[in-house]
């Protein structure tokens, strides 16, 4: 009989809705490319989001239990929500995969090296962030300590990901912040957003941490938190309504959002980039099909003169996940570096000399990936070009 603690059985609404179309996995009879990075991965129907289904039926059934196969289906999926986005019937597919990685999660099947980089003892609910740094070095790349902790309208939320290994981006970012006369502050007490944790399915886990964070912002008395990461943007904005029900107490913003609406009133000046230079633009999954912001980066881009934007085939919300998702790298590392490659082939195929993209975990893995295939293309963050094309206006 099923257990009635299971999170299954709050969607179980839905796991009947599905009619088997295949359109959130496989379009290419229509002429698209594929659109799923698990089932380009495993090959198996089960990877996909109908396959899923089917398991969550048999689940809500009590036809299955879980256990570590399922966990394997389950996890080996990058979150990029294009199984969604492409649903025929509109059908929330990643309800149903939180809810079984919640479930797997009680049952201890989160599989072994995520189990591991998230551990309250050695792991994330350790250090508070997903490198296993100290935390004392969260701020290790500031240039000087002076807006720590000061009271401010805006909150820079740095992430782990620029805290501990893109670094520069936590600088370019700060210095962008700095040079355009924002009132902005950052944490020394800022933890990991939160996100990790629900990708593992640890959703109480999630939801203290994004508290954690909530008050620490509180004491400095912001009301607007900037990013340049969508997953932590996501966190606050989305996860925390979806985790209790209230909206976040602070407007959140990634900071492409705040620039490109000043870039278009005239607010700030941009320089010509040299030399003349052809660009392609990879929507991060969070910032595009889970946030919807696809225009505010390519308003940058087009604001530069010297940079030609062409577009991938598959771009804004038909985008390819890049394989930075869902933490997939612990244990499915196999998975990341295609879906990797094959995003780096796509930018290639049109021509581009440079491929920007406006998420540290996303640079990060087209980096790698660019490495990997011996690529001469420059892989950059937009905050990193902004640092440099954007200039202050000299007024008079
Ligand atoms: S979220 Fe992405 S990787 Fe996961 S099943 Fe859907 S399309 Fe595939
Ligand atoms: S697109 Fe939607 S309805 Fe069609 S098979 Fe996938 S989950 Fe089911």
Redesign the pocket.
Known sequence: MPDKQRSIDRVKDIVY?????????DLSWLGEWNKCPAYRYGAFESY???GR?FIARALVDGAMDYDAEIAARVFACTECRA?AE??????R?TDIYAAMKEDLAARGLVPEKLAAGLADEGGLGQYHNVYQAPHAERLAWLPDRARVDKPAQVVFFVGCTSSYARQNMALDTYNLLTKFGVDFTVLSDEWCCGHPYLSAGETEKARASIEHNIEAIKKVGATQIVFNCPGCQRAFRDDWRQLTGQAAPLAAMHVVELLADWVTRGKIGVQRFRPKTIVTYHDPCVLGRWMGIYDAPRDLIKAIPGLSLVEMPRNRRDAYCCGAGGMIRYDFEGMANLAGAERIAEAQSVGAEMVLSACPACVMQLQQSRQRAKSRMKVMDITELLEQQLVPLIKG
């Open positions: 809705q599905c009619n088997r179309c295949a359109h959130c996995f996909t989001g109908r289904f199984c492409h649903c025929f019937k509109y059908l597919t």
